[in-house]
Each structure stands twice: as structure tokens, then as C-alpha cells.
């Protein structure tokens, strides 16, 4: 098993397989203009996503979104949860917990 952290320079190389973990985890579908909508167009900039990959499989996926908050009068970066999947062959391993 891989761990690895999704460069913006690689995002469309894993695109495929980061679109075929979602069929499987959602039975469905997006497009690819939404996970290039919501990973590499978001206005606060950094792509935070890891995956485990097997065999040259994407097994699990993790990322968060940046999002800026006001707390007491400054502006503070935090991230949103979102999209987090695993392979049915690889959940109930632990892969949720190491990524995050």
C-alpha cells in the first residue's frame, strides 16, 4: 500500500481513478468538471487531498476543502471534510484514520 499526497502538477493523471472510487462509493457518478471545480478551481488555493493507492488502484481517498472563517474579528484557514471514500475490497482497515 502507497500513501500519497495528490500534487496540483498530477491531479488529472489520478482523475480516472479518483472517478471511479466515487461510481463505486456514491453508485454514481460526477463529471470531471466538478472534481476540477472542486479541487483545482477553489479560491483558497491549496489542493489537500491523500490517497492510498494498491496495485495501481486507488483504494481510499481523503481530502479537504481550505476555507476561511471569521473567529472573534480574524479571518483564520481551516478545511472542510469532503469526499472521503474507500474501496469496499479495503474498508474496515483503517484507512480512513491513517489518511486523516
Not at 472510487?21 to 487531498?49: A, C, H, M, T, V
Amino acid at each position: 500500500m502507497e500513501f500519497k499526497f495528490i500534487e496540483k502538477s498530477d491531479f488529472f493523471k489520478y482523475l480516472p481513478l479518483i472517478e471511479d472510487l466515487y461510481r463505486e462509493s456514491f453508485n454514481g457518478g460526477k463529471e470531471s468538471n466538478y472534481f476540477k471545480w472542486r479541487y483545482l478551481d477553489n479560491p483558497y488555493g491549496d489542493l489537500q487531498i491523500i490517497v492510498a493507492l494498491d496495485s495501481g488502484k486507488m483504494a481510499s481517498f481523503y481530502a479537504v476543502s481550505p476555507k476561511e472563517i471569521l473567529y472573534n474579528g480574524e479571518k483564520i484557514k481551516t478545511a472542510i471534510s469532503l469526499n472521503t471514500m474507500t474501496s469496499e475490497k479495503y474498508r474496515g482497515k483503517g484507512l480512513f484514520v491513517t489518511l486523516a
